[in-house]
């Protein structure tokens, strides 16, 4: 794995040289960067790797740009924060945080559709099921 980090690092290294190249390699790394934050963002509240993929998509940015490291490290620093207090606390708000992440998993749900459409599945059509945009 070493040898690859340092051939990578010589490769960066010639981008450099080459301003057009490095630029449209920033471009890219932060396209692909946002997009995969993006995502991750969105996915927070649903069950699976929401904050993995927001991790993700902050360590793709921080690879080429230093705004991007530091709110990496900020964002880190912030989630154990706020995960170590949150498995301090008793089963009522252990409990509200779970009804809290179900309301807005089945709020986006119903937003976009899913909703009226899953009930479609088993026969209980209603016009207030499909969301606003039905």
Known sequence: MRIHAESFVRW???LVGRPLLDLAYRVA?????AAVLIVGI?????PGPGWLIVFAGLGILASEFAWA????????????AFMAWFLQQGQVVQGAGL??????????????????????????????????FG
């Not at 790394?29 to 960067?33: A, L, N």
């Not at 964002?75 to 154990?80: C, E, M, N, P, T």
């Open 99 to 132: 009804v809290f992440t179900c309301a807005v998993v089945l709020g986006t749900l119903w937003v976009l559709g899913g909703v009226g459409m899953a009930a479609g599945w088993f026969g209980l059509e209603q016009d207030w099921l499909a969301g606003p």
């Open 69 to 80: 490291k530091r709110l990496l490290q900020y964002a880190r620093g912030k989630y154990d």
């Open 42 to 46: 969105v996915t927070i509240p649903y």
């Open 12 to 14: 960066r290294g010639r």
């Open 29 to 33: 790394v932060g396209v692909v960067g």
